[in-house]
Structures are given as C-alpha cells and as structure tokens.
C-alpha cells in the first residue's frame, strides 16, 4: 500500500531525527499536546526541530479528472500548517512512476522535503514581513455574482 510504502521509504533516508518517523499519529497543536483533530499518515521531527506531516496521497485525495487536489486535502494542509507542521505531500501519480526503485524513491521524498522546508520558509518570512509594516494593506477581494452571472470582484482594504 502506498502509505507503508512511503513510511518505509522515509525510515531509510540517512537523516537525524529528534523524533523517528511514525506511522498514523494523531496531529498536536503549536503547544506540542496532542490534540487529535487530524489523523497524520507519516510524522516525523528532523534534528533541527521541524515537525514534519508527510501524507502519501492515494486517488482519494485528486479531483476526478486532472491532478488537482480535492478541497477536504487542502484543508487537511491548510489545517496541519497551522498546527506547525510542515506538510510534505506524495502524489501517488508520482511515487507509482518509480517502480519500487528505494534510491529514487529516497531522492523523491528528499527533494520534496527540501521543496516543503524552503516553502515553509519562504511563507514565514512573508508572514513576518506583513506583521512588521503595517504601512501596507492588504488587499481582500470577494465577489458578488452579478444579474447576468458574472462574478465581479470587489476590492476592499483590510
């Protein structure tokens, strides 16, 4: 099955845990107490203390057609970033190409680890910068359906 294909993928990359990978564990909140909202296919913390949340996403995660990811999976993303975690995602489309080859499939998660590090990176560099000025602000944009049934966008200060 994927998710233990995955997990045993993850325990042979030649890392340093402060926390091993582990398989179906419930999520925690910023505070560390577990917290059981979501239920985390594979999680793990790295040496530096980041709090990995690596989910091996099956056919059940894509819309139908095309390889978008469904809207409960990009909640489960959204509310699992902010809990801490940095999300890690394994399309299945992706690791199915790699045959059962362990070194590649351990250069896959590695790269999309490091993809999900710089990112996380990157939004909390960004998160702080928009904390830190508050000269600008953002914009917030809603739309409202018009008689003809074009969505116009309408743009307000926040």
Not at 17 to 45: F, N, V
Request: glycine share 8%.
């Amino acid at each position: 099955n994927l998710q233990k294909s995955v997990y045993t993928a993850v325990q042979q990359l030649p890392m340093q845990w402060s926390e091993p990978p582990a398989i179906e564990q419930l999520s925690r909140g910023r505070d560390g107490q577990e917290d059981g909202a979501l239920l985390i296919d594979i999680t793990a913390k790295t040496a530096e203390g980041v709090l990995l949340a690596i989910e091996a996403d099956g056919r059940d995660h894509y819309r139908q057609h095309g390889n978008a990811l469904t809207g409960p999976t990009q909640y489960r993303n959204r509310a699992l970033a902010a809990r801490g975690y940095v999300v890690v995602s394994v399309p299945y489309f992706e690791w199915n190409k790699l045959r059962g080859d362990a070194h590649q499939r351990q250069q896959y998660l590695r790269r999309l680890m490091k993809q999900a590090l710089q990112q996380a990176s990157t939004n909390s560099a960004a998160a702080a910068g928009s904390s830190a000025g508050q000269q600008s602000r953002p914009q917030l944009s809603s739309g409202v359906t018009t008689s003809s049934g074009r969505v116009r966008r309408i743009r307000r200060a926040a």
